[in-house]
């Protein structure tokens, strides 16, 4: 069984911009989690989506916006980049939300 | 105020050592989780506990619930063990996750 995917595996943008990033769940997993992490604060939870509705949400502004899709893929977008932005983006999925979790390889993002 | 704590910060070990990392949390939880996390990023989840004790090859994780404390051995360490190992809580209200910071090991062949 494939893991979980997460698309790009890099990326570099500068402040102002937007960016969003992907999130390929295991097969059959309809939960699937957001985080950040970064040296300073360490890991965050930023959402929890299960069957296309945003079930859970972190502290994060609302520049931090996600959704899924029917087949439990997810999207993350960030708006207005900040230089503070930058981070390991990781998902993670569940069949429930109550089980196990998965991570992705996570998304590295820059901001300039 | 941290909702998870995990202690030591860093530990370094010699290759064959038992080792104990500790966690405890202060809000009311549904689970506890110790998740591996190798340099490069990549997470792995070890353990998902709500009450009693997880045995997984040399791994071992105890958790008490009264005390809200969870201990996380490695026994038999080996250098490929050396990883930062994070505590995690899923809060019983809104089914939010808190993190600890962490324990960086290191084990020495």
């Known amino acids: 069984k494939a893991g979980v995917t997460q698309t790009p595996r890099y990326l570099i943008k500068t402040r102002g911009q937007q960016v969003t990033l992907s999130c390929s769940p295991i097969?059959?997993?309809?939960?699937v989690s957001w985080y950040q992490q970064t040296p300073g604060q360490g890991l965050q939870f930023l959402f929890e989506y299960f069957s296309e509705t945003q079930r859970n949400k972190g502290n994060f502004p609302g520049r931090f916006s996600g959704r899924q899709f029917s087949n439990s893929r997810s999207e993350m977008n960030v708006s207005t980049l900040e230089l503070g932005d930058s981070a390991l983006y990781l998902c993670?999925?569940?069949?429930?939300?109550?089980?196990?979790?998965?991570f992705g390889p996570g998304t590295r993002l820059l901001v300039l | 105020k941290n909702e998870v704590e995990q202690s030591p910060q860093n530990l370094t070990a010699q290759e064959g050592e038992f080792i104990t990392i500790n966690c405890s949390y202060s809000v009311g939880i549904s689970a506890l989780h110790w998740l591996q996390q190798h340099p490069g990023g990549g997470i792995v989840s070890l353990f998902m506990l709500s009450s009693g004790k997880k045995k997984h090859g040399r791994l071992i994780a105890t958790i008490n619930i009264q005390e809200k404390h969870s201990s996380l051995h490695i026994t038999a360490s080996h250098p490929r063990d050396s990883a930062v190992y994070i505590c995690?809580?899923?809060?019983?209200?809104?089914?939010?996750?808190?993190f600890g910071t962490g324990t960086s090991l290191t084990v020495i062949p």
């Open positions: 993670a999925s569940s069949f429930s939300g109550s089980e196990t979790q998965y």
């Open positions: 995690a809580v899923t809060a019983n209200t809104g089914n939010q996750f808190y």
């Open positions: 097969s059959g997993h309809r939960s």
